[in-house]
């Protein structure tokens, strides 16, 4: 199918379905141009709560897609394509956190949204990586904290708020990939970058970064800056939309290496799939829904 053909089928089934199409902003350039909107977990999901479509089309991997299922359960959430996981996500189980309930009975849990429905519904408090810090500042209660169950976005909280944090085993395989070496390299060859780094990154990348942010906040934050080159610290697929938005100032990967394959595996044929069968549906059942709910809506109130 020619390129036009494709997009203009898909504009027309889109409308034809109530649809709207979310996008993560590490997706590939030809699903962020078909997006009605682009974002991080935090704002793909709250744009999933208000929007009045029927049907959301989620182009991420498949614990968003689960997040806006629990926010929404009454509009249809179809994510393109169902193998799209998070490894991370997938380092923890609802019985992982049974157990460490079990063993810190007195302790508050946040979690990483970067988990399943299951493991939310164990949870206190959800988060996100915009955030993390300011959810944990703002836990006035003595008790320890654990958090899981990326172990950098814990210890980055824990140095950021000065709080004890009793942290789990996960991390982002993608992330762990941008080393210190590769920031002190493009750094020596672009002496004026700002550096901009995830939080999911490693203790000694963060070290190095000038702004430690969601993606999110890298976009706001590369329009708003005057450097006019930025070495960009996170998944590569950003870099599309930094581009776009910034078209006079240069951005460098850190590490080419840093690729989500998950978050390249959905494609505008298998957008105009899910459009066409409406398949397949991500959809999170009440008794989980419910509970796993408490914890989103508990980070919203106290943010
Ligand atoms: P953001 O919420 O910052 O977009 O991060 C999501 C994610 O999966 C990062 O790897
Ligand atoms: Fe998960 Fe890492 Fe991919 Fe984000 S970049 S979806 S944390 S594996």
Redesign the pocket.
């Known amino acids: 199918m020619k390129f036009n053909d494709l997009v203009s089928k898909i504009k027309k089934l889109k409308k034809d379905r109530g649809a709207i199409i979310l996008a993560h902003n590490?997706q590939l350039p030809e699903v962020q141009e078909i997006a009605d909107f682009l974002g991080d977990s935090l704002e793909l999901s709250r744009i999933a709560s208000h929007t009045d479509a029927k049907v959301i089309i989620f182009c991420g991997?498949h614990f968003m897609a689960e997040t806006a299922s629990i926010l929404c359960p009454n509009k249809k959430v179809i994510l393109p394509d169902i193998d799209a996981g998070?490894?991370?996500?997938d380092m923890i189980t609802a019985e992982d956190v049974k157990r460490l309930r079990d063993k810190y009975p007195e302790a508050v849990f946040v979690g990483y949204v970067?988990t399943s429905a299951e493991v939310k519904a164990e949870l206190d408090f959800c988060c996100t990586s915009t955030n993390a810090v300011e959810l944990v500042k703002n836990i006035k209660s003595k008790r320890e904290i654990v958090f899981i169950p990326d172990k950098y976005l814990a210890d980055y909280v824990s140095q950021k708020t000065g709080k004890k944090i009793i942290s789990w085993h996960g991390f982002?395989?993608?992330?762990i990939k941008i080393l210190k070496e590769d920031i002190i390299r493009e750094k020596k060859l672009h002496p004026q970058a700002k550096v901009i780094a995830h939080p999911?990154c490693i203790r000694e990348v963060i070290g190095l970064a000038d702004e430690v942010i969601s993606t999110s906040k890298m976009v706001k934050f590369c329009s708003q800056t005057d450097a006019k080159e930025i070495i960009v610290a996170t998944?590569v697929g950003i870099i599309y939309r930094l581009k776009k938005e910034n078209p006079f100032k240069t951005f460098y990967p850190a590490s080419e290496r840093a690729i989500?394959p998950?978050?390249k595996r959905i494609t505008q044929e298998k957008i105009l799939f899910a459009l066409e069968d409406l398949k397949p549906e991500v959809y999170v059942a009440d008794r989980i829904r419910k509970k796993a709910k408490k914890a989103i809506e508990a980070m919203f109130k106290i943010l």
Do not use: D, L
């Open positions: 590490y991997v998070c490894p991370m996500a970067n982002c395989p993608t992330h999911e998944e989500c998950n978050m």
